[in-house]
T-cell receptor
Framework: DTAVSQTPKYLVTQMGNDKSIKCEQN?????MYWYKQDSKKFLKIMFS???????INETVPNRFSPKSPDKAHLNLHINSLELGDSAVYFC?????????????FGPGTRLTVT | AQTVTQSQPEMSVQEAETVTLSCTYD???????LFWYKQPPSRQMILVIR??????QNATENRFSVNFQKAAKSFSLKISDSQLGDAAMYFC?????????????FGDGTTLTVKP
């Protein structure tokens, strides 16, 4: 069974469209994240949710809106897509509280905006 | 704010040889965790090794070991007997033990090439 899954793995869309990426974890973790990895492979955190509550909201355009319906799911909705949004988006999860809290990553979603 | 620096954008090693990847970090905290993650061409990020700052003993996982120097704020990764499958991008990461958000700060990565 996949620990952290994301759908879709590839997403090609035109500028101005709205798209969503879904993420699910079956590890029983309490914290989930969205990262953006740009063309230079730099990994930047976007959002973090702990028990469905938004904890981290880095400087991200408000066109990006995360939603956590429950602890096992964290979705990312992007409005009015721009060329600069093209990147690989990773979902991750971890168990926080008394331990190292290493992160388990999904396979990534390669978003291409044309 | 914590920062993580990987000063080697690219490294290469001959198969079966040993290579060390560097990582330094800046923090005023005393309790934290350090990680090395591997991202092969498949792009799946995988945890390689972790180190608790309160532990003096360096972590080891099979061919992977770290040299953790807390006073110097250095956390290097040594890969012994390098294999072709070790070719990947390696990220060093820091997480504060005080953070209930679980936020990890990542370095910019080191691309490792393994030559046959």
């Amino acid at each position: 069974d996949t620990a952290v899954s994301q759908t879709p793995k590839y997403l090609v869309t035109q500028m101005g469209n709205d798209k969503s990426i879904k993420c699910e974890q079956n590890l029983g973790h309490d914290t989930m994240y969205w990262y953006k990895q740009d063309s230079k492979k730099f990994l930047k955190i976007m959002f973090s949710y702990n028990n469905k509550e938004l904890i981290i909201n880095e400087t991200v355009p408000n066109r990006f809106s995360p939603k956590s319906p429950d602890k096992a799911h964290l979705n990312l909705h992007i409005n009015s897509l721009e060329l600069g949004d093209s990147a690989v988006y990773f979902c991750a999860s971890s168990l926080i509280g008394g331990g190292p809290g290493e992160q388990y990553f999904g396979p990534g979603t390669r978003l291409t905006v044309t | 704010a914590q920062t993580v620096t990987q000063s080697q954008p690219e490294m290469s090693v001959q198969e079966a040889e040993t290579v060390t990847l560097s990582c330094t970090y800046d923090t005023s905290e005393s309790d934290y965790y350090l990680f090395w993650y591997k991202q092969p061409p498949s792009r799946q990020m995988i945890l390689v090794i972790r180190q608790e700052a309160y532990k003096q003993q360096n972590a080891t996982e099979n061919r992977f070991s770290v040299n953790f120097q807390k006073a110097a704020k250095s956390f290097s990764l040594k890969i012994s007997d390098s294999q072709l499958g070790d070719a990947a991008m390696y990220f060093c990461a820091y997480r504060s033990a005080a953070s209930n958000a679980g936020k990890s700060t990542f370095g910019d990565g080191t691309t490792l090439t393994v030559k046959p």
